[in-house]
């Protein structure tokens, strides 16, 4: 099983500023095939970005992923008040068995 | 636009089985473009992949659930289901079902997802 580490768990900004969240995966993940998802309380996730660093339709082009590998990174280049959330990665390299990091929290400092 | 909607018992006792029902609207489940899946979220903690059905009938579970599981699908009332038998407490979550996109023949990420159902076991 890959097992995906996000880091950090949490991580206090101020609207305006760029977070950079990490995905570290156990093993290298198969043709970059790790998706990151959005969720904020009461919602269900949203995919973001796919293959690594596809966006998803309508997701802003102030989210971009990057990474091959093992490591692998979201980047919100200028935080929205409503992108305050908790972010999620995901392999399917290993499909059809599929495995979620832990999450990072992104909360306004 | 494609809507995904769970339904099923909000709560349910230990040693029994849970059955959820998701209904899909705007889109086909016998569709060759895509496979259909459950995740989870116990309440405060991360997503947990449960299990993925493909219209032929192909199914797929993680393996930490896979003798407590079915996945199953009725294509004339375009829905798809789960049962997880002998639960705990330790099955309480929030019940999500969820599109795969297809590529290269297998299900990849989960896009879009039902709103979600709070199952909790509890005697």
């Known amino acids: 099983e890959i097992v995906l580490t996000q880091s950090p768990g949490t991580l206090s900004l101020s609207p305006g500023e760029r977070a950079t969240l990490s995905c570290r995966a156990s093993q290298s993940v198969t043709s970059n095939y790790l998706a990151w998802y959005q969720q904020k309380p009461g919602q269900a996730p949203r995919l973001l970005i796919y293959g690594a660093s596809s966006r998803a339709t309508d997701i802003p082009d102030r989210f971009s992923g990057s990474g091959s590998g093992t490591d692998f990174t979201l980047t919100i280049s200028r935080l929205e008040p409503e992108d305050f959330a908790v972010y999620y990665c995901?392999?399917?390299?290993?499909?059809?068995?599929?495995?979620f990091g832990p999450g990072t929290k992104v909360d306004i400092q | 636009q494609l809507q995904l909607q769970e339904s099923g018992p909000g709560l349910v006792k230990p040693s029994e089985t849970l059955s959820l029902t998701c209904t899909v609207s705007?889109?086909?489940?016998?569709?060759?473009?895509?496979?259909w899946g459950w995740v989870r979220q116990p309440p405060g903690k991360g997503l947990e992949w449960i299990a993925t059905i493909y219209y032929t009938g192909s199914t797929y579970y993680n393996p930490s659930l896979k003798s407590r599981v079915t996945i199953s699908a009725d294509t004339s009332k375009n829905q798809f289901s789960l049962r997880l038998y002998s639960v705990t407490a330790a099955d309480t979550a929030v019940y999500y079902c969820?599109?795969?996109?297809?590529?290269?023949?297998?299900?990849?990420?989960?896009?879009?997802w039902g709103q979600g159902t709070l199952v909790t076991v509890s005697s």
């Open positions: 969820a599109r795969h996109e297809v590529h290269l023949w297998l299900p990849v990420w989960f896009d879009p």
């Open positions: 705007g889109g086909s489940i016998s569709s060759s473009s895509y496979y």
């Open positions: 995901q392999q399917y390299g290993d499909s059809p068995r599929f495995t």
